[in-house]
């Protein structure tokens, strides 16, 4: 079945320890996206790509950086820069302006 | 910068029909879409108008007017399992690609 994998499901951090997310997506689609959601808010952009090998940043970077050297894959790190990384992390996929399709989402959860 | 506005909660009542709006301000518009999130999940794609008008699709319809930069999501004969949340999300088109702004969400509860 083609769609879009976000693991793992749930994710614990230390503080000052770094974290990498996975999005993996086998709908051949060339766009990826993440975003990230607080509690009662809507979904705000982090990074997205349109192309293997580009990126750019969304509106909140800061703190997070990835890397598109597959089309499938669209991995996220978390660093220990950003200040407040709990939060529940979505990635997405989609062909030129067409919907975007979601994976399940990861929560990160930092002690 | 982009501007999306829509109400943060509604209720209405089995079988009903009730209407979400969502006002939005924004350069390089590309379409406005409506996603379904339940609490916990991934949101779901419902909709998208690019042009203006309605576009039906089952229980669920939605409306654009670009030159009030407004649109609104309708759904019909409503259920139990339609509780969850509608997010408004606006693409529009920047130097570097297509984006999605979204609103914050209305959270429309069904009763019986």
């Known amino acids: 079945d083609g769609g879009i994998t976000q693991s793992p499901k749930y994710l614990f951090r230390k503080e000052g320890q770094n974290v990498t997310l996975s999005c993996e997506q086998n709908l051949n689609h060339d766009a990826m996206y993440w975003y990230r959601q607080d509690p009662g808010q809507g979904l705000r952009l982090i990074y997205y790509?349109?192309?293997?090998?580009?990126?750019q940043k969304g509106d909140i970077a800061e703190g997070y950086s990835v890397s598109r050297e597959k089309k499938e894959s669209f991995p996220l790190t978390v660093t220990s820069a950003q200040k407040n990384p709990t939060a529940f992390y979505l990635c997405?996929?989609?062909?030129?302006?067409?919907?975007?399709?979601f994976g399940p989402g990861t929560r990160l959860t930092v002690l | 910068g982009q501007n999306i506005d829509q109400p943060t909660e509604m209720t209405a009542t089995e079988g009903a029909i009730v209407q979400i709006n969502c006002t939005y301000q924004t350069s390089g518009f590309n379409g406005l879409f409506w996603y379904q999130q339940h609490a916990g999940e991934a949101p779901t794609f419902l909709s998208y108008n690019v042009l203006d008008g309605l576009e039906e699709k089952g229980r669920f319809s939605s409306f654009l007017s670009r030159s009030k930069g407004y649109s609104y999501l309708l759904l019909k004969e409503l259920q139990m399992k339609d509780s969850a949340s509608y997010l408004c999300a606006v693409m529009w088109f920047t130097g570097g690609g297509n984006k999605l702004t979204f609103g914050t969400g209305t959270q429309l509860k069904v009763e019986l």
């Open positions: 997405a996929s989609s062909m030129g302006h067409n919907e975007q399709f």
């Open positions: 790509s349109q192309i293997v090998n580009d990126f």
